[in-house]
């Protein structure tokens, strides 16, 4: 089962999932996507998830869900908003949507015996760390944002019910910064509305879809003085949950809760990404210098041993080849040339 199965993240680790013969099972609300991904991945991988539309909110339908999907063997829960900016303005909205749908989904995998679940988590769980790169153990900070602060929370939850809870087996993976697509440019990060995130912004105002791409700051603690972040590979990121679910399944965690950084182990600024987007597909951005945006971290990446050494992962596209990727992506969709 994969919640939010037809959003970025979702759709490309569904593509992984069949490749290595899991019988996938979709819900999704398509508050920031479209039922069409579903056709997307059947061209890509032959086969048809199936796919059920329904806010987890309601309990009254996920209860249903399960009911009629006894073979459940395991969950990935990606299912939350997302939009950092955002939360700072919708606080409410983010906490009751992000933590209640986890509340319902660990309720019904009590209720009907599904013990293992991965939790798209964040690297917003440590705030601004004062010591990079970050590892697993670095001391969690205060989130900046409410969108962090919900991640931080969900894991929270998800350990305590671990505690009491013998049949209960989850890995939080903390992502960096997913970006660009599948190679077959079949699917890919398509927000709805104005983007509130970097790469589809860019690709977005390369295509002529946006008038100016918009840089939050230039006077941080960086070389550059632009946010530095660890972008990571979707597709890269989407195996790492094939491997986190074949180790929930094969009992080969030695701990029941288990958490992981899922980044590149690299730290790429706002303007090296833009300069090296420009590099890569000779296409000039026009772009601006604005004020700090509320709720951003000037810089984090990731130490990644845990994840290469403990999980068997480790990250391999390059950012050059990632963010060709995004633009061949936007290129189909936008039918440009």
Known sequence: MVTGGTGYIGSHTVVELQAVGFDVVIIDDLSNSTADVVDNIEKISGIRPVFEEFNLLDMNRLEAFFE???QIEAIIHFAAFKAVGESVEKP??????????LMNILDC???????????????TVYGQ????????????KDAESPYGNTKAISEEVLRDVVKVTPDFKVIALRY???IGAHPSALIGELPCGVPNNLVPF???????????LSVFGDDYNTPDGSCIRDYI??????????IAINRLISNANADRYEFFNVGTGNGASVLEVVNTFEEATGVKLNYKIVARRPGDVEKIYADTTIANTVLGWKAETSLYDTLVSAWNWEKKIRSIN
């Open 202 to 212: 860019i690709t977005q105002t390369a295509a002529g879809i946006r008038q100016q």
């Open 92 to 101: 409410l909205f983010y906490y009751r949507n992000n933590l209640v749908s």
């Open 176 to 178: 960096f910064n997913p």
């Open 68 to 70: 009629k999907y006894t």
């Open 233 to 242: 590979n979707v597709v890269d990121l989407a195996k790492a949950h094939v």
């Open 109 to 123: 995998m009590k209720k009907y015996n599904v013990p293992n679940l991965v939790f798209s988590s964040s690297c």
């Open 129 to 140: 760390p004062d010591q990079l790169p970050v590892t697993e153990y670095t001391p969690k």
